[in-house]
């Protein structure tokens, strides 16, 4: 996907801002999401491949919402790949612990949750994205979620992807 055009980057660093300056949303950059990617380089990744979609497809999204969404999608500040009592499931209850910290800690409304409550669609199947801006998140998500697994593995955490190497004969 070609990257965002100065304007855009400018319009998605205003609305990221007040959550990427948030202590709480700081702290996902201590958990790893896949790969060596932390938590927090994912959701922002996550949240350029959104926003980038809707503006390279002119789709009329409510961009604050999307933005918001796809930075709190997987809000839940904890380490997933560690049992823990009081968070089984992880699959599939992830989007719950992560929506009840957005309205906890963000006041979140309703659209900005639904994103973050459906993102895992298809699992479970009866949580389906009801907005374009949920189902981007949740698109965007499976694309970067694919991406960090298959080719991010040895690399640090970083917010955009790697360059890529020309193969060998």
């Not at 933005?67 to 709190?72: E, H, P």
Request: net charge positive; aromatic share 10%; with cysteine.
């Amino acid at each position: 996907m070609k990257d965002l055009t100065d304007i855009q980057a400018a319009r998605f660093a205003e609305l990221a801002r007040p959550y990427l300056a948030h202590p709480a949303v700081q702290r996902m950059g201590r958990f790893v999401q896949h790969g060596n990617v932390t938590t927090l380089a994912h959701v922002v990744r996550v949240a350029r491949c959104a926003f980038g979609w809707s503006q390279r497809f002119r789709l009329h999204v409510n961009e604050r919402d999307l933005v918001a969404g796809a930075l709190l999608h997987d809000f839940y500040l904890y380490d997933w790949h560690k049992p823990h009592p009081g968070t089984p499931h992880h699959a599939t209850r992830h989007p719950i612990y992560a929506a009840e910290n957005a309205a906890r800690i963000f006041g979140a409304d309703d659209a900005v949750l639904a994103i973050v409550r459906t993102h895992m669609w298809p699992l479970p199947p009866q949580r389906v994205p009801t907005s374009r801006e949920a189902l981007l998140v949740s698109l965007a998500d499976k694309y970067c979620s694919l991406y960090e697994t298959l080719f991010l593995r040895n690399v640090g955490a970083q917010a955009s992807p790697a360059p890529r190497q020309k193969a060998r004969p």
